[in-house]
């Protein structure tokens, strides 16, 4: 698998409520992340993606593109849980086949949309 078809395969699973699946799989041991809300061990995120599967286990991920470049991929994603819709970027930097670092951006799609070409 490439390194786009990892990251998009770890995002989806965990997504679907397969944390431990994904990061058995395709998580360094060692993973660092940079989610201001939680430690940066890959322990904890892996956690937190199940619990938040659990309080919203029907919502909606759809991966919109996908870029690689040498030992990183981004994704830009669209989230719809509950009543909110979010755009997503996740950046994924690997060491051989597996995620060692991971960042997440999210912003909420405003109500009232400004700008005509929406953000998908």
């Known amino acids: 698998m490439t390194k786009k078809e990892i990251t ?6 965990c997504a679907k409520g397969d944390s431990c699946e994904a990061f058995k ?3 360094s041991e060692n993973l660092k992340h940079h989610n201001a809300y939680f430690k940066g ?10 619990e938040s599967h659990r309080k919203t286990p029907n919502k909606i ?3 919109q593109r996908a870029l690689e470049d ?9 989230i719809v849980q509950d009543d909110q819709e ?9 060491e051989g086949n597996k995620i ?17 070409n929406g953000m998908f």
């Open 25 to 27: 799989l395709y998580a």
């Open 8 to 13: 998009k395969h770890f995002l989806s699973l």
């Open 86 to 94: 979010l755009a997503v970027i996740h950046i994924a930097k690997f």
């Open 100 to 116: 060692v670092e991971l960042w997440d951006f999210g912003q909420a799609v405003p109500e009232d949309l400004v700008n005509e």
């Open 61 to 63: 991920f759809e991966i």
């Open 70 to 78: 040498d030992d990183s991929v981004a994704v830009h994603s669209r």
């Open 41 to 50: 061990d890959g322990e904890t995120l892996m956690l937190a993606m199940e």
